[in-house]
C-alpha cells in the first residue's frame, strides 16, 4: 500500500492547483452482468451490478517537455468485495530531454500486436477482477529511460515494487472452483518477496512495412508459478489456495507486417524459471496469425476484418488455456459518427474441442455517452482444465459510461 499512501498525496496537490492549469478527464460508469444459469457454487449470483469512475488529471509545462498524468479508478460491486477496489492507474511525471525521455512514478505500460492474447506484455500487473479476458492492468511503480534514434527506440524500466494479481472473491463470478485468497499472504519462493526490484529492457524498430520488438524481461513473474492450499472441506478437497510467485527471466520477440489489406501478427517468449521447484525449466509460448481487413465491404463506408490466430504453449495444459488452440473472428468497424464497432469470435482447443465464445460491441451515444456490451459462453469444457470452472458461466455485460 505504500505506493497508494504516496499517490493519495499526491492527488491531494493536485487538487490544490490553479483550475486554468488542469486539463481534466475520466469518465463514471454502471455496469450490469446477468449469467444464463445458476452457478456451481450457492454463494455466487446470478446477476452483478456495480458501478466504477475513472478520473484523469494532465499538466504539461515548458512547452510540453514537461508532464504530469494522474488517473484514478475505483469500483464498488454489489457482491464480490474484491472487485470493490481502487487503484491508481497513473500518477507519473515525463520529462524529454533531447533525444532522451524519463517517466517516473506509477504508469501502465503496453506491449503486444495479437489480437487474443499479449505474451509479450508483462510490465503491468492484471486487474483480472475486472474482466477474464485479462486486458485491464494495475499501475506498476516504475522508473523508465527513452531514447529514440534513427536505429530504433530503446525503453529500459527499473521496477522497484510487486503488484500481486486481484481475483475474484468468494461471491464473484465468473471465477475458479477453489477461491484465490488473496486476504492471506501470497507465497514468495525467494528472500526479497514483495520489494524485489524487476528490470526490462525493449528494443522496437520498422523497416519499410515491418515493426519489430525485442524484449527482456528479469523479476517476478506477473503470472503465479502454483497455488498452495490453505482452506479444505470435510472431505480434506481444497476450498481455498493462495498464489505462488516465481523469478523469471523471459526473452520475447513481437512484429507485424503489412501487407496492403493483410497483417501478420507475431508473439513469442521463452520463460526460465529463477527460483522455487521450477528452478531452471523453461516454457515456451507463441501466438502467430492474420488480419485481413475488406475496406468498405458494404459498398459504403464499413470494414469488415478477418482475424486468424493459433496458440501454441509447451507449458502443461492445466496452466493455461492457450496451449493448441486456434482463435477466429471478425470484426465490424461501421466507420459512422457513433464509432460502431463489433468483435465476435471463438476461440478452439484443438484437443479437446472446448470453444470459449465472444461478442464485444462498442458504440458513442450523444457527444458524452459510450454503451458498451459483452457476452462470453464456454462450451464443452473438460474436467481438470482451465475453463471448467466457468462451463455455467456463460454471461452477458452491459457498461453506460459518461465520459466528460
Known sequence: MKHILTGLILATTLLQMPVYAAQWSGYVSGQYRGFFEDPADPRQHNSYLSA?????????????????????????????????????????????????????????????????QHLVDIINQTDLVENVDAEDKLGQPMVKLSTAQDWG??????????????FPGVEGRPRP?????????????????????DLALRYSHYIGEWEFGLSYFSGIDRLPSN???????????PTAVVPVYSLINQAGIDGQVFFGDWTWKLEAINKEYRSGDRKGSHTFQSVFGFEYTWVGFTGGASDLGFVVEYHYSDANARETIFD????????????DAQS??????????????????????SRRLGQSWVLEAELRTYNGTEQDRPLYSFRFDNFVQLDLAYHF
Do not use: C
Open 177 to 197: 472452483e477453489v477461491v484465490v485468497d488473496t486476504d492471506a499472504d501470497a507465497i514468495y519462493d525467494f528472500s526479497a518477496g514483495q520489494d524485489h526490484v
Open 52 to 116: 466504477a469512475a475513472e478520473p484523469e488529471f494532465y499538466h504539461s509545462w515548458q512547452g510540453g517537455d514537461h508532464s504530469f498524468n494522474t488517473i484514478l479508478f475505483y469500483r464498488v460491486d454489489q457482491y464480490d468485495d474484491n472487485r470493490t477496489h481502487g487503484d491508481i492507474r497513473e500518477l507519473s511525471w515525463t520529462g524529454v530531454f533531447d533525444r532522451f525521455e524519463m517517466t517516473a512514478g506509477i504508469s501502465k505500460v503496453f506491449w503486444g500486436v495479437a489480437e487474443t
Open 340 to 361: 460502431t464497432e463489433v468483435l465476435l469470435g471463438f476461440l478452439t482447443d484443438a484437443e479437446t474441442h472446448t470453444a470459449a465464445g465472444f461478442i464485444e460491441a
Open 324 to 335: 493448441n488452440d486456434l482463435a477466429t473472428a471478425l470484426r465490424f468497424v461501421l466507420n
Open 153 to 166: 527506440n530503446v525503453d529500459f524500466f527499473v521496477l522497484p515494487w510487486f503488484r500481486e494479481r486481484t
Open 227 to 237: 497455488f498452495v492450499p490453505v482452506a479444505f472441506d470435510a472431505n480434506g478437497q
